[in-house]
T-cell receptor, first 113, second 114 residues
Framework: TQLLEQSPQFLSIQEGENLTVYCNSS?????LQWYRQEPGEGPVLLVT?????EVKKLKRLTFQFGDARKDSSLHITAAQPGDTGLYLC?????????????FGKGTHLIIQP | KAGVTQTPRYLIKTRGQQVTLSCSPI?????VSWYQQTPGQGLQFLFE???????NKGNFPGRFSGRQFSNSRSEMNVSTLELGDSALYLC?????????????FGPGTRLLVL
């Protein structure tokens, strides 16, 4: 069984602060996706990282895939209340096939104005 | 394009009953996956359908089943409901079967079993 552990589980910070959340596994993934889920809605894909060491930036969000493709981080600069939500990472296993994604349990992020 | 739609959005059932949930994928998408989301376990993969065939199944009991129709719409059924089946059931569609393919999630059906 491949597991993705996300940390911290909960994070509450003030608007304007920076933060980093982590997604770790002992398994190698062929790709890793980050989603944000808001209450009452399904997860929405933010980014997919594929190459070890890859860094992708989306405005104030920076995503990094570990060199060994076992871990990833999401860094948010100058957090805003609109960043509040559940951040999920999901890994796709190597080797082909169409197995469902393996999801972490998520980081609940609250940005206080 | 319209997004993934799921019906009903909310459902209350009692133990022992059965339930059928429906998912309409984005037009043109042929792959539909189902997930169960609970606070304790997070998102867990139930099964995936592609062109009316179940391609993969997660580690859930046989009480959980599904099917896909020729228009790619999918249904999942849970028989003999248990309290632990209370969860948010999410459907996701993608154009092909590839796991790196972007999956688009619906808003989910929140099931409460009393």
């Amino acid at each position: 069984t491949q597991l993705l552990e996300q940390s911290p589980q909960f994070l509450s910070i003030q608007e304007g602060e920076n933060l980093t959340v982590y997604c770790n596994s002992s398994s190698v993934f062929s790709s890793l996706q980050w989603y944000r889920q808001e209450p009452g809605e399904g997860p929405v894909l933010l980014v997919t990282v594929v190459t070890g060491g890859e860094v992708k930036k989306l405005k104030r969000l920076t995503f990094q895939f570990g060199d060994a493709r076992k871990d990833s981080s999401l860094h948010i600069t100058a957090a805003q209340p609109g960043d509040t939500g559940l951040y999920l990472c999901a890994g796709a296993t190597p080797g082909g096939g169409a197995d469902g994604l393996t999801f972490g349990k998520g980081t609940h992020l609250i940005i206080q104005p | 394009k319209a997004g993934v739609t799921q019906t009903p959005r909310y459902l209350i059932k009692t133990r022992g009953q059965q339930v059928t949930l429906s998912c309409s994928p984005i037009s043109g998408h042929r792959s539909v996956s189902w997930y169960q989301q609970t606070p304790g376990q997070g998102l867990q993969f139930l099964f995936e359908y592609f062109s009316e065939t179940q391609r993969n199944k997660g580690n859930f009991p046989g009480r959980f089943s599904g099917r896909q129709f020729s228009n790619s719409r999918s249904e999942m059924n849970v028989s003999t409901l248990e309290l632990g089946d209370s969860a948010l059931y999410l459907c996701a569609s993608s154009f092909t079967r590839g796991r790196s393919e972007t999956q688009y999630f619906g808003p989910g059906t929140r099931l409460l079993v009393l």
